[in-house]
Nanobody, 122 residues
Framework: QVQLVESGGGLVQVGGSLNLSCAAS????????????MAWYRQAPGERRELAAE???????SYADSVKGRFTIARDSTLNTIHLQMNSLKPEDTAAYYC????????????WGKGTLVTVSS
């Protein structure tokens, strides 16, 4: 079992920045876990949850087109924490942001955090 705890959400003005963090209760990116990945999903009111950014065990990152060039996902040396640096925020970035972890490849287990709210005001 893995617990994911997000932090860093809040209210910010258009063009501002926020940094989200997600701490997992165990190492996700240890060297033997080559198939594990963590990600940030987001869900705006009335919308479906969508992938914003993802990072894999080998450090490969991917982004939704809507955030590419503005958001950066990174992991720190503790092997169990990821961050999402969000710059040039827009009103359409307003959403609940959820941390996600997937352990395994062909047979895998998924975990979700409870979410942190980001509100971008114009």
């Amino acid at each position: 079992q893995v617990q994911l705890v997000e932090s860093g959400g809040g209210l910010v003005q258009v063009g501002g920045s926020l940094n989200l963090s997600c701490a997992a209760s165990r190492d996700i990116f240890r060297s033997s876990a080559v198939s594990n990945r963590m990600a940030w999903y987001r869900q705006a009111p009335g919308e479906r949850r969508e992938l914003a950014a993802e990072i894999t065990s080998d450090g490969t990152t991917s982004y939704a087109d809507s955030v590419k060039g503005r958001f950066t996902i990174a992991r720190d040396s503790t092997l169990n924490t990821i961050h999402l640096q969000m710059n040039s925020l827009k009103p359409e970035d307003t959403a609940a942001y959820y941390c996600y972890a997937r352990l395994g490849r062909d047979v895998y287990t998924e975990y979700w955090g409870k979410g942190t709210l980001v509100t971008v005001s114009s």
